[in-house]
Each structure stands twice: as structure tokens, then as C-alpha cells.
């Protein structure tokens, strides 16, 4: 149970893995419409927004789908000539359902309610302390999502381009935040 | 009864057996002396069974997954594991 939650890329084969993923993209898209978030960025989920549409939800996860794919299959093939795309993009896409469930913590708008009121004065955190309880429970559920979500990018491109050696790992690492330093240049473009 | 399992290793320093003795089980002619074994003898069964398993599917990796119930990255990344194992058994020519 537990490799086919963090590692289904040894056992399954790329195309099923490639048709939940898919499946996985307008379902994702979807419940960030429903629970105000924003994939604003190729490794990001943030809570609190009103003005997402499913159109914006989607076009922001293709976005974060082309960079993540792009940089790591460019990362897969420098150490590995045999590495396939379709093995890559099976990661990214399966990696990126624990995202999707991260908006969930966007349910009753609870989260954007707190985040609205205490905004950047760091006096009113005090004072609301029972009510930012819950959220920083929420927030404390969360990181297994996140986790997941590393595990799952690691093990993908793990099994798809045979990394091993720690040079390569430091190397996947400094990929991951390249490309995260790259989306910060690419998604202004969706909000033009 | 099972067939007992060629030992490739020592059992006292793990370095590698060589084969010193050979016998004829018809006439009981014995052939004394030094001989290496060959790089794939050298592997354990589990890997000998993988490459005579890619012997038998004339090289298929899609069709070994398929068999062994494991996707074809792990399947070519056992390969190409093996393939430097094998690269470093054999001695350069």
C-alpha cells in the first residue's frame, strides 16, 4: 500500500498512470474554483482567493504541468538518454493530486476569512488566537500532502531516468527550484 | 530434491570462487586446476534468471514488465543495472 501511494511508477505501467493524471487535471482545476485557490506557480496551492474561475484553476495547472514536465524531462535526459517523456509527465501529473486535495483546506472560505482579517499586522495574530487555532491544525495536515507530493516527484523521475548517486539527487533538487524560480517569471503571463 | 545452488561467493572472505575441480559423472574422469568463471556465472540466480528471462522474450523489455507484473522503466533500469555489473565482471581484452 504504501509503494503504491508514494511509488505506483515501479509497479504501473506510464499510460494508466497518464490517464488518472489527466483525468486528474479539469477534477483539479475544478476544486480550485470551488474553494477559492490558486495554482500560482509550478509547485504552488494558495487559499484565499475569490476571483478564481475554473478556466484561470486550469490554465494555471497546465502551466505548472508544462514547466514542471519541461524542466524535469531536460533534468531526466541529461542524466539518462533512455529516459521516456511519457514516464515524466505521468509523474508530474500523478504527483499533482495531492495538491488538488490541499484546496480542501479552502472549504467553508475559513482560511481566506483569517488570512483577510490578520493580513501583513502581526498584533491581530494575538488577539485571534482561538480562531487561527484551527487553522494552523489545517496547516499542520497539510505538510503530509506536501510531502506526498515531494515523494512522488522524486520517486517518478527516480524510476523513469534511474537516478542514484547524490550528485544526482542535490542536482534533481536544484532542478525542482529552478523551475519553481522559472514560474515566478511564466505565471504573470496567465494574469495579463 | 533441490538442486543445490552453485555458491559464486566464499563463504569465509566473499571473494569470488574459482573452479578447481571437474568431473566426469559417467566415467569419473576428473580435470584438476584454475579455471575463473565466466561473468555471468558470476552473478547471483536471481540476476542470471532476469537475463535468461530478456533471452527468452527476445530482448522485449515491454513484454518482461508484462511478465514480471513491473513497469518498463524498472524493468530497463534493472538492465541497465546489470549490464555495468556484467561490464565490470568482464576483463578488458
Not at chain 1, 495538491?99 to 501583513?120: E, F, N, Q, R
Not at chain 1, 500532502?145 to 547524490?166: D, E, P, Q, R
Request: glycine residues 6%; contains cysteine.
Amino acid at each position: 500500500m504504501k509503494k503504491l501511494l508514494f511509488n505506483p511508477f515501479e509497479k504501473y505501467d506510464a499510460r494508466p498512470l497518464l490517464f488518472i493524471g489527466l483525468l486528474g487535471i479539469p477534477f483539479g482545476s475544478l476544486l480550485a474554483y470551488l474553494f477559492g485557490a490558486h495554482y500560482n506557480g509550478a509547485l504552488d496551492m494558495h487559499i484565499g482567493s475569490e476571483d478564481t474561475t475554473f478556466v484561470l484553476a486550469f490554465t494555471e495547472n497546465i502551466f505548472a504541468i508544462a514547466l514542471l514536465f519541461a524542466g524535469l524531462f531536460i533534468y531526466s535526459y541529461s542524466i539518462n538518454k533512455k529516459t521516456r517523456p511519457i514516464d515524466i509527465l505521468s509523474t508530474v501529473l500523478i504527483a499533482r493530486i495531492p495538491l488538488y486535495i490541499t484546496t480542501l483546506a479552502g472549504v467553508g472560505g475559513y482560511m481566506a476569512k483569517i488570512d483577510a482579517v490578520v493580513g501583513d499586522d502581526p498584533g491581530t495574530i494575538e488577539k485571534m488566537l482561538p480562531e487561527i487555532l484551527p487553522v494552523l491544525l489545517i496547516s499542520l495536515l497539510l505538510i503530509p500532502l506536501v510531502i506526498w507530493f515531494f515523494a512522488l516527484l522524486y520517486n517518478g523521475v527516480k524510476t523513469a531516468s534511474n537516478l542514484k548517486t547524490t550528485k544526482q539527487i542535490v542536482m534533481f533538487i536544484v532542478t525542482i527550484l529552478l523551475i519553481e524560480i522559472v514560474s515566478f517569471f511564466i505565471f504573470p503571463l496567465i494574469y495579463q | 530434491m533441490q538442486t543445490p545452488k552453485l555458491p559464486i561467493a566464499c563463504p569465509s572472505c566473499s571473494a569470488s570462487l574459482q573452479v578447481s575441480r571437474l568431473s566426469c559423472p559417467s566415467c569419473n574422469t576428473e580435470v584438476t586446476g584454475n579455471f575463473p568463471l565466466p561473468p555471468l556465472l558470476r552473478l547471483p540466480a536471481d540476476e542470471q534468471a532476469f537475463i535468461l528471462q530478456f533471452f527468452l522474450t527476445s530482448g522485449s523489455l515491454k513484454e518482461m514488465a508484462a511478465q514480471m507484473g513491473i513497469s518498463y522503466p524498472t524493468v530497463r533500469n534493472r538492465l541497465d543495472d546489470l549490464i555495468e555489473k556484467v561490464k565490470k565482471l568482464t576483463p578488458e581484452e
